[in-house]
């Protein structure tokens, strides 16, 4: 079993920055990959961010050159810095780890991007 726990989420204004945090706990030897994942009202849930356990990293078209993902795993700690935010990056964010074939999801985090 794995837990995922999300904060930094707020609001903030067009073009600022915010940067969330995952913190993972439990079986967490067995994580490989991790990511970032958001969801807006009345749309499906989509990949924001995606890293292995090797650093490699894929990213939406939609945040690339903007969003950066990264993790430490010293702190066993899955980060998303967000910057130059746009309203459509309004959404509820998930943090998700893969562990033996299994995927698990933490509580999510609100996003808001709004003057």
């Known amino acids: 079993q794995v837990q995922l726990v999300e904060s930094g989420g707020g609001l903030v204004q067009p073009g600022g920055s915010l940067r969330l945090s995952c913190a993972a706990s439990?079986?967490?030897?067995?994580?490989?990959?991790m990511g970032w994942y958001r969801q807006a009202p009345g749309k499906q849930r989509e990949l924001v961010a995606h890293?292995?356990?090797?650093?490699?990293?894929v990213y939406a078209d939609s945040v690339k050159g903007r969003f950066i993902i990264s993790r430490d795993n010293a702190k066993n700690t899955l980060y998303l810095q967000m910057n130059s935010l746009k309203p459509e990056d309004t959404a509820v964010y998930y943090c998700?780890?893969?562990?033996?074939?299994?995927?698990?999801w933490g509580q999510g985090t609100q996003v808001t991007v709004s003057s």
């Open positions: 890293i292995t356990s090797s650093g490699s990293t």
């Open positions: 998700n780890a893969i562990s033996r074939g299994t995927a698990y």
């Open positions: 439990g079986s967490i030897f067995s994580i490989n990959a």
